[in-house]
Nanobody
Framework: QVQLIESGGGLVQAGASLRLSCAAS????????MGWFRQVSGKEREWVSG????????SYAAFVKGRFTISRDNAKNTVYLQMNSLKPEDTAVYYC??????????????WGQGTQVTVSS
């Protein structure tokens, strides 16, 4: 049974930073690509960023590129999302996800429960 537990969300002002963490268990974490998604109430979930199994390859949605950084620590079974220069439009529930394979393509197989990020103007 895969468990993905996100943490680090909260309420911040525009321009501030947050770091989200996602601790994984139940699978060999280092064998799987990971990703971050977000969802605003009433809208579809959207992809934010992905990182391959080694951490050597990552990618970002255009709306966060240059502000967010994804990373992973395979020794700690944890993936991170460093979010800088936050904007009110970044307000959403952020979800951690695990892919079946080593690269972040297709749909993830496992999801966390989500963590709320709220950015005030």
């Amino acid at each position: 049974q895969v468990q993905l537990i996100e943490s680090g969300g909260g309420l911040v002002q525009a321009g501030a930073s947050l770091r989200l963490s996602c601790a994984a268990s139940g699978r060999t974490f280092s064998s799987h690509a990971m990703g971050w998604f977000r969802q605003v109430s009433g809208k579809e979930r959207e992809w934010v960023s992905g990182i391959n199994w080694t951490g050597g390859s990552s990618s970002y949605a255009a709306f966060v590129k240059g502000r967010f950084t994804i990373s992973r620590d395979n020794a700690k079974n944890t993936v991170y999302l460093q979010m800088n220069s936050l904007k009110p439009e970044d307000t959403a529930v952020y979800y951690c996800a695990m892919y079946q394979g080593t690269y972040y393509s297709g749909s993830p197989n496992y999801w966390g429960q989500g963590t709320q990020v709220t950015v005030s103007s």
